[in-house]
T-cell receptor, first 117, second 112 residues
Framework: AQSVTQPDIHITVSEGASLELRCNYS??????LFWYVQSPGQGLQLLLK??????LVQGIKGFEAEFKRSQSSFNLRKPSVHWSDAAEYFC???????????????FGTGTQLKVEL | DAGVIQSPRHEVTEMGQEVTLRCKPI?????LFWYRQTMMRGLELLIY????????DSGMPEDRFSAKMPNASFSTLKIQPSEPRDSAVYFC??????????FGSGTRLTVV
């Protein structure tokens, strides 16, 4: 069974500081990994995704994530946080494209980011 | 591209009433997903369709819940009869592993 763990429920950082949100996954085959962001009252917006290739992937809004197979992790980072980044962030895992798995995505429980001015 | 369109945005209904949530996926996406989000349980996959065919409905909580996808451009999630514990935000998403997954803005359901 596939699962995602986001160990930090809440994180507070100062504006301009760096950010790292943790994500650990469990998946029996080649994973397809995602980070989504959700602002209050909104749907989920895709920040970035990883399937193969360079293990450091760039996303929108200045975010990046690094896939580490040995640690089953896919942590999200941003060098300098802006107040507008305050939101909830979700990591998700699914079967990689062109593999035998279905289209199901499993989400973590989310990390709520607060940005102090 | 108008994205995934859900209606209504908000629904308040009385316990026992039938509720129908609607979703129009992005044209060309052959997979559609219904998720439910609550504070207690987070994001839960209820059901998903490939090419209009239900593939996995193991997340549908009870027989009171049903979903249909009569064609590639429309899906419904129905709750009959509704109960207060069904109150949540229901999201529709379309896409798949090749395209990525795009979420709608959700329907906030309140059952009183």
């Amino acid at each position: 069974a596939q699962s995602v763990t986001q160990p930090d429920i809440h994180i507070t950082v100062s504006e301009g500081a760096s950010l790292e949100l943790r994500c650990n996954y469990s998946y029996g085959a080649t994973p397809y990994l995602f980070w989504y962001v959700q602002s209050p009252g909104q749907g989920l917006q895709l920040l970035l995704k990883y399937f193969s290739g360079d293990t450091l992937v760039q996303g929108i809004k200045g975010f990046e994530a690094e896939f580490k197979r040995s640690q089953s992790s896919f942590n999200l980072r941003k060098p300098s946080v802006h107040w507008s980044d305050a939101a909830e962030y979700f990591c998700a895992v699914g079967a990689a494209p062109h593999t035998g798995g279905g289209n199901k995505l499993t989400f973590g429980t989310g990390t709520q980011l607060k940005v102090e001015l | 591209d108008a994205g995934v369109i859900q209606s209504p945005r908000h629904e308040v209904t009385e316990m026992g009433q039938e509720v129908t949530l609607r979703c129009k996926p992005i044209s060309g996406h052959n997979s559609l997903f219904w998720y439910r989000q609550t504070m207690m349980r987070g994001l839960e996959l209820l059901i998903y369709f490939n090419n209009n065919v239900p593939i996995d409905d193991s997340g549908m909580p009870e027989d009171r819940f049903s979903a249909k996808m009569p064609n590639a451009s429309f899906s419904t999630l129905k709750i009959q009869p509704s109960e207060p514990r069904d109150s949540a935000v229901y999201f529709c998403a379309s896409g798949g592993r090749l395209y990525g997954y795009t979420f709608g803005s959700g329907t906030r359901l309140t059952v009183v």
